[in-house]
């Protein structure tokens, strides 16, 4: 099941060395004291949430608000664990650009240390990307894909894609323990702006779309092209004829039928079936069969540091140094035995919480003796 997923607007530039260094030697503190407090699994949790992500680049010092919290908390993270990875059994593959395409051997080389199925791991990676990029169409295109693993065989998947023309980053979290299909509602959240209609051929009102397009791949190139070449599309209907690009479904078309695929997801790793060659099949599938593919489509944390461009304001040195300090003094002692700084640290947190319960609109309307109901 897919965690949720977040839009972001782009941001240009790159981390600062000062800050880049800081983000990395934090972020791999708060990795390692996740996995002494709560476990591995714990951390693959927490980073397939949308927010708790966000948070913890607002943490780090990034814009609270920006695209580049995904890229730059990924790099600094992939530094910082994986020299450690032996330690705690966390590892980090993929990346943007190019280290997004390294992704296969980067977890095959995991595999082989540890013994898990690289196989199994590299199809999830391939086909949560095809899902995000290909069947959900909601106009970001993939460009950042990160892997993070454990030596348990659990691993969360954290991509963005960009959508150019409104200069927005999207980004899309997974989570092994709760997927159950790769093909029939795989969100559990979409937080974002709301893009209108969108083509999501993994939505369970589209599973008759996926069969019909199943169907269509089972028959024979040849028949399918002749009669799409005879559809006559009216003015009025949102599908044109340049939408449908009969040199590539044709060849698509091919490598299908002659694989003879059984399933949705088997379809979306077949080779050469982009973005534009599924929105082929699903509109010909539309017009064919008439099934339907189209629905209804923590800045808080910024206050820790500050940000690179500064805002809220710029990011004080100083107060950044003195957390990875405390922190990493703490978890130094913490796996001596001395765990007194580490439990201060839980205890802060339990007393801040209590802190903003306490200054809550409902806790002062219900000190000045106001009904426990919201006031109107």
Not at 189 to 211: F, K, M, T
Not at 304 to 318: I, L, M, N, Q, S
């Amino acid at each position: 099941m897919k965690s949720g997923q977040t839009d972001l607007p782009l941001h240009t530039g790159n981390v600062p060395y000062w800050l880049a260094n800081r983000m990395k030697v934090l972020g791999g503190a708060i990795v390692e004291s996740l996995v002494h407090h709560y476990g591995r699994s714990e951390v693959l949790t927490r980073m397939s949430d949308p927010f708790w992500f966000q948070a913890l680049g607002c943490v780090m010092g990034m814009d609270w608000h920006s695209s580049g919290i995904t890229t730059s908390v990924l790099g600094a993270l992939k530094k910082a664990v994986n020299p450690k990875s032996h330690d705690h059994g966390i590892y980090i593959c993929g990346g943007r650009g190019r280290h997004a395409l390294n992704t296969p051997r980067d977890i095959e080389g995991v595999a082989e240390k540890t013994g898990l199925d690289g196989e199994e791991l590299v199809r999830a990676s391939r086909l949560c990307a095809r899902v995000d990029n290909n069947a959900l169409q909601d106009g970001f295109k993939l460009y950042l894909h990160g892997f993070v693993l454990t030596r348990d065989g659990e691993w969360a998947i954290i991509q963005q894609g960009m959508n150019e023309k409104r200069r927005l980053a999207r980004r899309y979290h997974w989570h092994s323990p709760a997927v159950r299909s790769f093909t029939s509602d795989p969100q559990k959240a979409i937080v974002g702006r709301s893009q209108g209609q969108i083509i999501n051929l993994v939505h369970h009102a589209a599973e008759p779309a996926q069969q019909s397009i199943l169907e269509l791949c089972r028959q024979h190139p040849e028949k399918n092209l002749n009669e799409i070449k005879r559809l006559v599309l009216p003015h009025r209907h949102h599908v044109e004829a340049c939408d449908i690009n009969l040199k590539r479904l044709g060849a698509v078309l091919a490598v299908a039928h002659e694989r003879e695929l059984n399933d949705f997801a088997s379809l979306l790793l077949t080779e050469g079936l982009g973005a534009q060659t599924m929105q082929s099949l699903a509109l010909v599938s539309e017009i064919v069969h008439g099934s339907p593919t189209r629905f209804h489509d923590p800045a808080r944390f910024a206050f820790a540091h500050g940000g690179k461009d500064g805002h809220p304001f710029p990011v004080k040195t100083e107060a950044y140094d003195q957390t990875i300090h405390v922190l990493k003094e703490s978890l130094n002692e913490a796996k001596i035995g001395n765990t007194e700084k580490m439990e201060g640290i839980r205890r802060l947190n339990h007393m801040v919480n209590q802190i903003e319960v306490e200054r809550s609109p409902k806790a002062h309307w219900e000190s000045l003796g106001g009904s426990s109901a919201t006031p109107r």
